[in-house]
């Protein structure tokens, strides 16, 4: 990533070379044009000197350490669950790894074949693995798709909307990357992929056709806490400090509630949370969402083949259902229950033990701002069913105020969410950060100084706290990476 000085013009934050820079400025094309990004597309930070308006900039920045070694700290059940609900996590988390073919509802249009192709890192039920697996995906059982520009071997998994319709009318779409053609369990589909178009880099999955908006699988650990978090506490998270948030550039929001700032769901109003821009209310939602979306598997939530060619439709609808000869409870799910019931009892992440390194980064965190939108902790309802992970009044170390912002010219992919507009996000949650390959929503880095740079932009509630940082000591952001990297 690059950090360009125009005089007179907000930092700039690009990939060299790949235009999603954030002012046409022949300044910044001219250097640009002279770095190589996809000689290293995930190049080191760049010296805090040339960006502009730091009084004192540090001689050198701290490090990412990297993805954390040693176990997973993920992917298990919620501790001390009884047998009745560790089975129930099991056949979920079967059902979970399942990988389906088309007999079983895959396609006609798909992403990938099971939830664990894309939901793997450092677990089953985390986040984008190392090795992209679409690549043997997508041309599985005879299946003659091109692997698209910004799927690639050693990049993030990556679901892909269209912004416009080619007529120019707002899309906002996934647009599916495989189809079923040519699969020997496909006969007499036959379906041409969408168009990509221009390729830009397939690491960064920046620069090339400017049509297209990335997402990457979100982590599922600890998500049964995040379901159990009432609307009431977000609430009161938000209003706490507010004087204090607003002096750095984070809006306060009294009125979001009013004024829709807040992702409310269409259908009760109340506040949504799931999903990069905080657009899905509940687990089950999400589940029948994504096996429509992600995998073309209809329903009892999502009915409808996303693709009606004909030819291609090629089993009943709902493809997958409550099974109502089942005798017991797991025969009986249909599997988006058993998905969801998996994840609200996924246990959260384990952090690393504590070192000094990791306890002064955990209050440089606060100081430099960043908990002023990752908030540490929320805690859960005082009343919670028993399908969850989630005890009653639980402190839940998620990192974030589950809060939509507006991240900047920078990161807005120009996709609207409910409340959520172009540029908005919710605040990622932090907590297993160590154990992750990739971030931002379109997987652009694999290193945390990037991913903190990219928050700062123009029209960024994030610039100031991002000023911060790098006004920070090289010991004192090294504190913090290292705190990052415990999560
Ligand atoms: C092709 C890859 C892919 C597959 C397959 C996939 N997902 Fe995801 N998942 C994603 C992406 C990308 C996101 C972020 C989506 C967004 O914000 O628009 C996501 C987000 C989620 C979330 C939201 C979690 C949060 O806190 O934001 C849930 C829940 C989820 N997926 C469940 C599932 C389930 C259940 C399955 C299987 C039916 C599944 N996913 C299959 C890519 C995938
Ligand atoms: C204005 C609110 C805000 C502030 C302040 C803020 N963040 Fe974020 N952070 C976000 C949002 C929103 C995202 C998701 C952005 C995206 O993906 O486009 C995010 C994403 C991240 C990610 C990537 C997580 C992932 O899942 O990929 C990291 C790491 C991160 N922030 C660290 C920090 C640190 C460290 C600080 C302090 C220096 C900080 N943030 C300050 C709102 C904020």
Known sequence: MKIVPIIGVCAVVGVAGYGFS????????????????????????????????????????????????????????????????TSIFNDGLDKFNEVEDVPEGLGPRFNANSCASCHSQPAIGGSSPPNNPQLQIGVAEGARNVIPWFTTRNGPIREVRFKRHPDGSP???????????????????????????????PLTGLGGN????????????????????????????????SAQKSQIGIRGRPNSVLSGNINLGPNDGTITRFGWKAQNKSLLLFSGEAYNVEMGITNEIFTDERDQTPGCQLNATPENRTNYDGTTATEVFPDIVAFSNFMRLLAAPQPAPDTPSIVRGRANFSTIGCAACHTPTLTTAALISDISAAKPNQKVNLFSDLLVHNMGTGLADGITQGAAGPDEFRTAPLWGLGKRVFFLHDGRTRNLVEAISAHRSPGSEANQVVDNYFRASTAQQQDLLNFLRAL
Request: charged share 10%; aromatic share 6%; hydrophobic share 45%.
């Open 22 to 85: 954030i002012a046409a400025n022949a300044q910044l094309a001219a250097a640009d044009a002279t770095a190589s990004a996809l000689a290293n597309p995930y190049g080191r930070a760049p010296a805090a000197s040339l960006w502009p308006g730091y009084g004192n900039p540090p001689a050198s920045l701290a490090v990412d350490p990297g993805v954390r070694g040693g176990a997973a700290g993920a992917g298990g059940p919620v501790p001390g669950a009884n047998p009745l609900l």
């Open 171 to 201: 899309d906002g779409n996934v647009h599916a990357i495989f189809t079923i053609t040519g699969r020997r369990d496909a006969a007499g589909c036959n379906l041409a992929q969408f168009n990509f178009g221009t390729p830009g880099n």
């Open 210 to 241: 400017p049509n297209l908006a990335f997402r990457i699988p979100t982590p599922l650990f600890g998500a049964g806490l995040i379901e159990s978090i009432p609307d009431s506490v977000i609430l009161a998270n938000m209003a706490a400090q």
